[in-house]
Nanobody, 125 residues
Framework: QVQLVESGGGLVQAGGSLRLSCAAS????????MGWFRQAPGKEREFVSAISWSGGTIDHANSVKGRFTITRDNAKSTVYLQMNSLKSEDTAVYYCAADRNRGFTRVVRDEYENWGQGTQVTVSS
């Protein structure tokens, strides 16, 4: 079965950096676009970033543009989220997700078929 396993979360001071990883198994990774979403306490899960199967199309939420970078390594079946200049409002559980429509970078959570369990990111001010 499809498994997505996030790692790299933790506690960091405002202005710091973290790199999240999401390792995929049970699927042909290059057949999927990948996305990152986040959910803060009491809030809806929101789109963060997405990348098409080749990495040729990338999308970021306005709130993270210029600070976050999404990349992927198809040989390792892994997608990454480099997060720089972190702010307290970035505190959330971060989830990776897989979308079978590999050429698209979709921002709606219901478009994604598979999800990881999430990794906590806490930014202290």
């Amino acid at each position: 079965q499809v498994q997505l396993v996030e790692s790299g979360g933790g506690l960091v001071q405002a202005g710091g950096s973290l790199r999240l990883s999401c390792a995929a198994s049970g699927l042909t990774f290059s057949n999927y676009a990948m996305g990152w979403f986040r959910q803060a306490p009491g809030k809806e899960r929101e789109f963060v970033s997405a990348i098409s199967w080749s990495g040729g199309t990338i999308d970021h939420a306005n709130s993270v543009k210029g600070r976050f970078t999404i990349t992927r390594d198809n040989a390792k079946s892994t997608v990454y989220l480099q997060m720089n200049s972190l702010k307290s409002e970035d505190t959330a559980v971060y989830y990776c997700a897989a979308d079978r429509n590999r050429g698209f970078t979709r921002v709606v959570r219901d478009e994604y078929e598979n999800w990881g369990q999430g990794t906590q990111v806490t930014v202290s001010s």
